[in-house]
């Protein structure tokens, strides 16, 4: 039980669907994020929430839209997304944000676009 | 850009060895480095964080030393085991939130 806990752990959407990632901590964290891991690269941060307010968006398209209501709870919502979206995303969690902080992880969510 | 590189970029070693893993960076304005384990399938496990004004961490058999001014970090592994196998990859925070990953060293122990 890593403490983050991300469903589904697998996804196979089209094109023109809408879907959604969800991530949940059970650690009584404040601040969490979203992470893409694509194959032969190296990971990349896309969103940090702290106290359910978003405090960094590394230039994500605005496909991928992050909600978060409440310090415990993370979403990414995914709509007319393109193959090269096609990876790992993972879910973190921190006591507070900052550089500070080790981050625990979830297990993440396997994304494949058709 | 900030780039983090980690060598190599993949490993075999027979079961007890003693290994050593590198991670380097181009900024040395750093505010630490992490190292972090991943297996397949799964997300990233935290294994050792090192804050700018340190040099060195340790847990068990794991050793993580930070070398700023030459933009260097090393994960030395003792009596290296098969429950080793994993990513082992670097990530290097900037400031508040600039996290910045390498690509990972995948090591294979041989039993």
């Known amino acids: 039980e890593t403490g983050v806990t991300q469903t589904p752990r697998h996804l196979v959407m089209g094109m023109t669907n809408k879907k959604s990632l969800k991530c949940e901590q059970h650690l009584g964290h404040n601040a969490m994020y979203w992470y893409k891991q694509s194959a032969k690269k190296p990971l990349e941060l896309m969103f940090v929430y702290s106290l359910e307010e978003r405090v960094e968006n590394n230039s994500v398209p605005s496909r991928f839209s992050p909600e978060c209501p409440n310090s415990s709870h993370l979403f990414l919502h995914l709509h007319t997304l393109q193959p090269e979206d096609s990876a790992l995303y993972l879910c973190?969690?921190?006591?507070?944000?900052?550089?500070?902080?080790?981050?625990?992880f979830g297990d993440g969510t396997r994304l494949s676009i058709l | 850009k900030q780039e983090v590189t980690q060598i190599p970029a993949a490993l075999s070693v027979p079961e007890g060895e003693n290994l050593v893993l590198n991670c380097s960076f181009t900024d040395s304005a750093i505010y630490n480095l992490q190292w972090f384990r991943q297996d397949p399938g799964k997300g990233l496990t935290s294994l050792l964080l090192?804050?700018?004004?340190?040099r060195e961490q340790t847990s068990g058999r794991l050793n993580a030393s930070l070398d700023k001014s030459s933009g260097r970090s090393t994960l030395y592994i003792a009596a290296s085991q098969p429950g080793d196998s994993a990513t082992y990859l670097c990530?290097?925070?900037?400031?508040?939130?600039?996290?910045?990953f390498g690509s990972g060293t995948k090591l294979n122990v041989k039993p």
């Open positions: 090192i804050q700018s004004s340190q």
């Open positions: 990530a290097v925070c900037y400031n508040f939130n600039k996290f910045y």
């Open positions: 973190a969690s921190s006591q507070e944000a900052g550089y500070h902080q080790p981050q625990h």
